[in-house]
């Protein structure tokens, strides 16, 4: 183990020195600052984006832009696929992405969530990946909410515990009040009487 440091600390020895013989390099230009690309707005319930089960980067970039729009617009998204007669696959995938949105109720989460993961073994390998993140992450919210839900409800009794306990030690903090009361009056008529 000692041999490892020694060597290692060589290393960096050496590593040091020869950053100090280097000769003065120029200073570094500037980068070039160059405009990313804007992504394009979030879809709307109503837009011209083709979603499909397919694997090609275009369909997996349309369920990307599917889900940002969801976050942005829950209630039109909601609407739109409320009442759809016979769901095909698509729908049935669209339908499941909104109602993994954080705002819609836990229990509700919890089943659809079920849905997804068995949606997710019969889509192709890309679009499973894609939408895997999307379960790992409703899953790590749901045990959060779940943990917080458990601590609220332990915070609670143990809430209710110190306050009976509280009444408890008023109750025979009176007692021992009265206890004193009386030894004392015992004492004084003893001392009294003598």
């Not at 990313?36 to 970039?61: F, I, R, Y």
């Not at 919890?110 to 019969?122: F, G, N, P, T």
């Amino acid at each position: 183990m000692r041999i490892m440091l020694i060597i290692l600390l060589a290393t960096l020895s050496g590593c040091q020195l020869l950053n100090q013989q280097l000769p003065a390099t120029e200073p570094e230009a500037e980068p070039e600052i160059t405009e990313q690309p804007a992504l394009p707005p979030p879809s709307e319930p109503n837009s011209e984006v083709v979603l499909s089960l397919s694997d090609d980067a275009a369909t997996l970039q349309a369920w990307v832009y599917y889900r940002a729009g969801i976050l942005q617009n829950l209630a039109a998204w909601r609407e739109a696929l409320a009442d759809l007669p016979e769901p095909d696959q698509v729908q049935i995938l669209q339908r499941i992405m909104v109602l993994l949105h954080p705002d819609i109720p836990y229990l509700t989460r919890l089943r659809v969530q079920m849905q997804l993961a068995e949606q997710i073994a019969i889509l192709p390998p890309g679009l499973a990946a894609l939408f895997s993140w999307d379960l790992t992450l409703n899953q790590k919210l749901l045990e959060t909410e779940s943990a917080v839900s458990a601590l609220t409800r332990l915070n609670a009794q143990q809430h209710d515990n110190i306050e009976r306990l509280q009444k408890k030690n008023k109750d025979l903090q009176k007692k021992i009040d009265a206890l004193t009361q009386i030894e004392a009056q015992l004492n004084q008529s003893i001392n009294g009487g003598i």
